[in-house]
C-alpha cells in the first residue's frame, strides 16, 4: 500500500496532463479523478448565466492546434504541450507569413526554453504559445496555422464536499482547477486540498463544519458566490485559499484576509511572532493573488486568508512551462498538508474561554494543580509533579486570570512565549477539573 | 493687464501703510480695499456688546503721537512708522524726565534697528516704540510726550463672503486684519484668501460651499463667533487659518485641528507622507497661534487647521518692523494660494467612495478597465491601453475594494504610494462605467 | 516625643517577632498593636467556613518545636528563629535515623547561612528548616524530634479602618499579616500602611473615602472579598496592594493593574514618563505577587494595582532568615510612605475637568491670569506677575482648552512636560475664578 507520499505522487501525475480551461472536459476530468480522494459533489451552472456582473461563458472545445511551415515540417502542437495554443482561442486555419504570423505569437525572451500560459477568455482571438529559441529559430516563410476549436453552450463546473462538526459554523477551504500543465500553480493546490480533506476526516471530533470547494479561478469563484455567498456570510466562521503551495525550501506564507479580524489573521500572526518563524505574513491586498480577491471583495468580505508557499509571480516557472512537479516537489506538497493541519487544529483550541470559578483563585491544590508545599528545595518526594513543570502552573494561572471571554487564547499566550499548542494539556486538565469552560468563537466585550 | 502676482503685490502696497487697529477706520479701509477682490459683506458690532466673557471694547482714534527734546527736536513720531506708538495707548501731553520716559519705552535690545509692535487693548497705559539705537541715543534732558488719541463708542468690524457649492456643507477660509504696518504677521493672511476666492470661483464646479472671513484676531473671532458659531457648528466640514504665509524658500506647513478627525488632518498627514515631502505639520496646540485658539475652544472644537509659511515667533520681524515685503516676498504669497488651491482641490476629491457592484470584482474587461489578454509580452497591438498602465490598473482594483464607505480614499491611496491626485482618473472613469458613486463626507461604521 | 522614623522602627521591634501565621494568635497581636496606630476593627471567620472555591483552615497553635541528638544536645529550637518549623506543621515526637530526618529537612543550599521559610498550609506534613551549615553539620546519629502544634476549630482574621472623604467612592490600601520573622515580605507592608493612614487622617480634605485592610495572604484576601466584594465592585474607585516596600537604594516599583483603566495605571505611566524618572513598572501578571492575584481574579477585576520597591523575589533574603531590618531599612519604608502620599494627593488631584466658558478663550487678563500687555521687554514695572511665569499661563491655557471632560489631567499634562503636582496653583486660580471645575472621576465621551 503506498504512503501519503506515494498516493500524492500518483494523483499528481494523473491531472498533469488534462487540458484544463475554467469550461469543459479537462475541468470534468479533474473533478471526476478527485472524487476518489474526496467525497465531492460536482454542480454546473449553464452558459450565459448571470451571475453578478459576469457571464457564465461558453465552453471552450480544442481539439488539434498546430503551425506548419512551407514544407509541411511541423513547428509546433498542442499534442506537445498544451501550452502551445491561446486558452480560449478561436479557430484558424489559413497560410500566414512569418510578420503576420509574429503578431499571434507568443514567448518570454528573458526565458529562453519557456513556453508561456497565455489566455484571452473575454476577447476573441487566435495565438500560438512557444519558446524564444523556436521563435528565434523561424526563417522567412509561408506557414500554415490550424486551430480546430469551438465554443459551444455548455456549463461550468464546480464541485464542493462538506466534512460535518459539531458545529455548523464553517471553514472554508478552497483551491482552483482551471489551468492546463502547470504544477505549482495549478495542482499544488488541490492536491493539498483533497489530502488536507483525508486529515481531517480522520480527526476524533472537529468543532467546525469543513467546506472543501473547487471551481475555476475568478468566473469560477464567482459563480460559487453567487449561489453560497448568502451561505458563507451566514455560516463562515474562516476560511483559506490555497495556490502555489509547493517549492522545495520555501516557507508557508499567509496572505492575511481583508477582514482585520478574521481568526486566521490573529492565529497566523501569534504563531509567527512566537512559535514558527519561518513562517510569514503578507498583507491583503487586490492587486494579485487568486480568489480572495473574489471572497475578500466588499460586498462579501469574508474572513478568508490565502495560504502559498512558492508565491505566484515569484518564481521563474510562474504561468510558463517550468512549472513542472521537480521545482514544485510533492514533499513540499506533503509539509503544506502537515502545516495546514496543524492551523486547523489551533484554530480549533482557539477561542474565548471562561474561567468558571472566576472569584479570586481557586484553590488549585484541590485539583492537584498547584504544590502542595512552598519550599526552596524538596529533599523528599513532593506528592505532586507540578513543581516540576513551572510552565504547566503558569500557563494554568494565566489561563484562569484572562480566562474572560474577552482574551482570545492567543491573547493570552502571547503574555509568554511558549507555543500554542503547548497550552492543550493545561486547557484539558482545567476543564477535566471544572474549573474552565470554551472554547467560545465570539469576544464578550473589549480588553479594558 | 496685470498678471497675478503684480495685483498681489499693488493690494500689499495699498494696504501696508494703513493704521490698523483691532476696532476703527484702519479696519474699515483693509476691508474696503479688500472688496475689490472679494465681494466682503462688511458687518458690525457696537462697542460694550457682551461677546461670551468679553466685552467689545471702545474705538481707538489715533490721531497724532510724538516724542521731542527740550530743543523741539522730533525723536519719533508715528508719521514715520505707526508702531511707534503703544496701540490703544493712551492720551498725553506732558514734559517728562528721560528716567520717566523710559518707564514707557519699549525696544528689542538683541535687535538695535527693529521698533517693536507692542498692543495693550484692555489695560489703560501710555506708551511709544523706537529701536534700541534710538534709546541709546537719548540723552538726558526733558522731553515732550504727546499722544493724541481717543476711545469713543463706536463698532468692531468683520467681514465675509460666501461662494456656494453642491453641498451646503461649508469650508471656512479666514485670516484677520488687525496689525498695522507689518507683511507677514498681518498682511500675508488676507491677501492669500483674497486670491484663493478669485481662483475657487473660477472651479468649474465645487461641492462644498466656501465661507471667506476677515476679522481682527482673537476679540474678532470671538465676536464672529458669538453670532455664527452655532450655524458653524452645525455645518463646517472643514476649515483653516491663514497667517504668516510668507516667507522665501519657506515650505508650507500645517497646525493640525485640535478635532482628530478634522478631514485636513487626514489629508495633509497623507500628502506629508506619501505625496508632498517638503510640507510640514505641527501639533495641535493652544498655547500660541491665531484664531484657532478660538474655533478650536471646547465649546466649538470645529475642524479648523491653521496654515502658516515663516511661522510667527519663529524669525526676527515677527511683531516688529523688520517685518517687511522683502523678507515675506509676494512670490512666496503666490506660492501660498497655488499650494492652498491644491489642498482644497483634494478635500473635493477625498471622501468615502462605494463600489456600487461589490460582489466580486466587476468584470473590468467589460468597461475596458482590465488588459482583455493576459500574456507575458504583447507583440501585436493591444486592444487595451490599460496594459501600459500598471498604476491605472492598481488604482482601479484598490478603490473597488475598499470603496465601502469605511475607508476614505486616503486610507486606500496609503496603500500605495501613488499621489493622491493621480486618483482623479481612475474615480472618474469608474463612475463613468457605474461602478463607483462617491465622495461622501461621513464614514459608514469602522474599519475592521 | 518620637519622630516618625523612630516610631516606626519602634513598631518594627515589636511586630518581628511575633509567630504569625495565615490564622492563630500571631495575627490577632500583631493586629491589637497595629490598632494603637490605626483605628482597625478586626473581623473573624469561622473555621470550616466556605469562601468560593476554598475552606478556611482550622486554627494553627505552635507550642515548642525542636531536634536534639542522642546526647540531649539542641541542634534548633524556635525559640532561637520561628522560621525553624514548616508553618502549619503536624505535631511529631519520635527518635529518627539522620536518613529519615533528612526528608523532613529544608535548607537553601546555596545560600548556607539561610534558614528558609516554609509553609504547608493545606497538606498535613511535619519538618523543619535550618541552614545548609547545620545540616551539614549533622552526624550519623539517632534524633530527638519533637513539635508540640494542633489544629482547632477557630477563626481567620482580618480587620480595616475606614477614613471617610467627601465621596464614597474610595480608595483600598491593603497589605498581609500572616508570615512569621521578616521583615522586607512582612513588616514592610503592614508598617508603612499605618504610617500612610495617619498622614491621610493629617489631610486638610480627602476626596475620596480610603479603606485600610490587612488580612492574611490570599485566603485572607480571598475571605475578605466574599465578605466585601460586591462593595469593592460598587464603590472602588482605585486601590493598591502594598508589599516588599523596603530596600535601600532601591526605587518604588509599580505592578500595574490587570483592568486598564485603573486610575493608578494613567497616573503612574504619567509619573514614569514626565515626572519622576526613578519608578518603575511592571506589567500585571497573575504568576507571581501578592494579593493583587485575587482583587484582579476575573469575577473582581478590580482597579487595583501593587506597590513593591525590593520586589519579592528578586533579593536574596526572600522568603529566609535573611529579610532582615538592616537588609529593609526602615529609612526605606519612610519614604515609600513619602511616595505613596504624593501618588495619592495627585489621585486626588487627577480626572477629568470642565472648562465652564468654553466658547472661546475666557478675557483671561479680566481674571488676572493674562499679561495686559504685549510686548517684548518690560522696563516698567508689570502690573501682572503671570508674565514672568510663562510656565503658569501655559498650564491656564492649556487646561482651558483641554477641560472637555474627555481629556484627563494626565493626559492634559502630557502634552507638555511640567511635573503634574505644579498643576495645582494653576487648578485652583482657574476654579477660584469661576472657570474650571472638577476633577470629575468618570471620562464622558472619547477623544476625538
Redesign the interface.
Known amino acids: 500500500m503506498m504512503n501519503e507520499l506515494q498516493q500524492m505522487d500518483q494523483l499528481f501525475d494523473r491531472l498533469f496532463p488534462l487540458f484544463r480551461s475554467i469550461t469543459g472536459e479537462g475541468v470534468r476530468q479533474t473533478l471526476h479523478i478527485l472524487q476518489e480522494y474526496i467525497p465531492l459533489e460536482i454542480e454546473e451552472i449553464p452558459s450565459g448565466t448571470t451571475v453578478?456582473?459576469?457571464?457564465i461563458p461558453k465552453e471552450w472545445v480544442i481539439r488539434e492546434a498546430w503551425i506548419k511551415d512551407s514544407s509541411g515540417r511541423e513547428i509546433i502542437n498542442i499534442t506537445n504541450s498544451n501550452l502551445h495554443v491561446v486558452n480560449y482561442s478561436e479557430p484558424i486555419d489559413r497560410i500566414v507569413s512569418l510578420d503576420e504570423l509574429?503578431?499571434?505569437?507568443?514567448?518570454?525572451?528573458h526565458l529562453p526554453d519557456a513556453i508561456?500560459y497565455?489566455?484571452?477568455y473575454?476577447?476573441e482571438?487566435w495565438g500560438f504559445c512557444m519558446s524564444q529559441q523556436q521563435l528565434d529559430a523561424l526563417v522567412d516563410d509561408q506557414y500554415h496555422v490550424y486551430i480546430d476549436s469551438e465554443k459551444m453552450d455548455g456549463v461550468l463546473n464546480y464541485a464542493q464536499a462538506v466534512l460535518p462538526g459539531k458545529s455548523k459554523r464553517e471553514v472554508l477551504i478552497t483551491s482552483y482547477i482551471c489551468h492546463p500543465s502547470m504544477a505549482n500553480n495549478e495542482l499544488s493546490g488541490p492536491i493539498v486540498a483533497a489530502f488536507l480533506y483525508q486529515r481531517l476526516k480522520k480527526w476524533e471530533q472537529r468543532e467546525f463544519t469543513y467546506r472543501f470547494v473547487f471551481h475555476p479561478e475568478?468566473i469560477g469563484?464567482?459563480a460559487y458566490?453567487?449561489k453560497y455567498?448568502e451561505h458563507l456570510k451566514e455560516n463562515l466562521y474562516s476560511g483559506m485559499v490555497l495556490t502555489c503551495l509547493g517549492g522545495k525550501d520555501k516557507s508557508l506564507s499567509y496572505k492575511m484576509s481583508?477582514?482585520?479580524?478574521a481568526p486566521l489573521n490573529a492565529l497566523v500572526e501569534y504563531m509567527v511572532k512566537y512559535g514558527k518563524s519561518d513562517m510569514g505574513m503578507r498583507s491583503f491586498?487586490?492587486?494579485n493573488g487568486s480568489d480572495e480577491?473574489?471572497y475578500?471583495?466588499?460586498?462579501?468580505?469574508l474572513p478568508m486568508g490565502q495560504f502559498s508557499r512558492m508565491v505566484y509571480g515569484q518564481y521563474p516557472g510562474y504561468?510558463?512551462s517550468l512549472d513542472t512537479k521537480e521545482e514544485m516537489t510533492i514533499e513540499a506538497l506533503l509539509q503544506s498538508v502537515d502545516e495546514l493541519e496543524e492551523i486547523l487544529q489551533l484554530q480549533e483550541l482557539n477561542g474565548f474561554y471562561y474561567?468558571l470559578?472566576?472569584?479570586?483563585?481557586?484553590?488549585l491544590?484541590?485539583y492537584d494543580l498547584y504544590p502542595?508545599?512552598?519550599?526552596?528545595?524538596i529533599?523528599?518526594k513532593s506528592?505532586n509533579t507540578l513543581i516540576d513543570n513551572r510552565q504547566h502552573l503558569?500557563q494554568v494561572?494565566?489561563l484562569?486570570?484572562?480566562?474572560?471571554g474577552i482574551h482570545s487564547l492567543t491573547d493570552i499566550a502571547a503574555?509568554m512565549n511558549y507555543p500554542l499548542k503547548d497550552y492543550k494539556m493545561s486547557i484539558d486538565r482545567l476543564k477535566e477539573a471544572g474549573l474552565l469552560d470554551g472554547p467560545f468563537r465570539d469576544q464578550q466585550g473589549e480588553?479594558?
Request: proline share 10%; charged share 20%; aromatic share 10%.
Open positions: 453578478f456582473d459576469w457571464t509574429k503578431q499571434h505569437l507568443f514567448t518570454i525572451p508561456p497565455v489566455i484571452s473575454y476577447k482571438r475568478t469563484s464567482i458566490l453567487a455567498g481583508r477582514k482585520k479580524q491586498s487586490p492587486l480577491r473574489q475578500c471583495s466588499p460586498g462579501f468580505n504561468h510558463n474561567n470559578k472566576p472569584f479570586g483563585e481557586p484553590q491544590s484541590k502542595d508545599l512552598n519550599a526552596p528545595t529533599r523528599g506528592s503558569n494561572l494565566m484562569l486570570n484572562y480566562a474572560d503574555k480588553i479594558g
